[in-house]
T-cell receptor, first 114, second 111 residues
Framework: GAGVSQSPSNKVTEKGKDVELRCDPISGHTALYWYRQSLGQGLEFLIYFQGNSAPDKSGLPSDRFSAERTGGSVSTLTIQRTQQEDSAVYLC????????????FGQGTRLTVV | QKEVEQNSGPLSVPEGAIASLNCTYSDRGSQSFFWYRQYSGKSPELIMFIYSNGDKEDGRFTAQLNKASQYVSLLIRDSQPSDSATYLCAVNRQAGTALIFGKGTTLSVSS
């Protein structure tokens, strides 16, 4: 597709359940980011993938959060044993490394933990 | 000290005025600086990026970078009500590393 695609757009889950959020970056983009945005807040960095390099996981808030990127393309963010404080919009972005310019964002997944 | 800091606002300006948005960063070695605009309920979109000290102009927008002071700003001339949004400053320490965002400044332009 032409842009970054995220699915699902909305997800409601019960506390304690696991969830998987998917991101399909722009074709050819080597860098992929996951951010979390709580209501009225800025973008909290979670994890960054760059090509075949080891991901920068420094932003993951707890060991309940993990992410993988298969084949250098699609990425999945997994949250285990969800808590109410995990409720937020999860945004994925991708960019070229070489140009070091803008990151293009998907429309996000709104996660609600009830 | 947070890596990227912005005044959350709200910053209110009348239509036609100049809006000035400011951002400071903590890592002196940072190389790339970005301004994103985010409308309520939407994803961020890039307005401008700047790499070198000085000013960079694009239409009604001017980005200013002062690496010695670790300060980057965005000026919006002839502000319009459609400019009302949250403006996010983002910093990239070096090529191939994560892009870190500030919490954003909310701008309100009144007609």
């Amino acid at each position: 597709g032409a842009g970054v695609s995220q699915s699902p757009s909305n997800k409601v889950t019960e506390k304690g359940k696991d969830v998987e959020l998917r991101c399909d970056p722009i074709s050819g983009h080597t860098a992929l980011y996951w951010y979390r945005q709580s209501l009225g807040q800025g973008l909290e960095f979670l994890i960054y993938f760059q090509g075949n390099s080891a991901p920068d996981k420094s932003g993951l808030p707890s060991d309940r959060f993990s992410a993988e990127r298969t084949g250098g393309s699609v990425s999945t963010l997994t949250i285990q044993r969800t808590q109410q404080e995990d409720s937020a919009v999860y945004l994925c972005a991708s960019s070229h490394k070489q140009s070091n310019t803008e990151a293009f964002f998907g429309q996000g997944t709104r996660l609600t933990v009830v | 000290q947070k890596e990227v800091e912005q005044n959350s606002g709200p910053l209110s300006v009348p239509e036609g005025a100049i809006a000035s948005l400011n951002c400071t960063y903590s890592d002196r070695g940072s190389q790339s600086f970005f301004w994103y605009r985010q409308y309520s309920g939407k994803s961020p979109e890039l307005i401008m990026f700047i790499y070198s000290n000085g000013d960079k102009e694009d239409g009604r927008f001017t980005a200013q970078l002062n690496k010695a002071s670790q300060y980057v700003s965005l000026l919006i001339r002839d502000s319009q009500p459609s400019d009302s949004a949250t403006y996010l400053c983002a910093v990239n320490r070096q090529a191939g590393t994560a892009l870190i965002f500030g919490k954003g400044t909310t701008l309100s332009v009144s007609s």
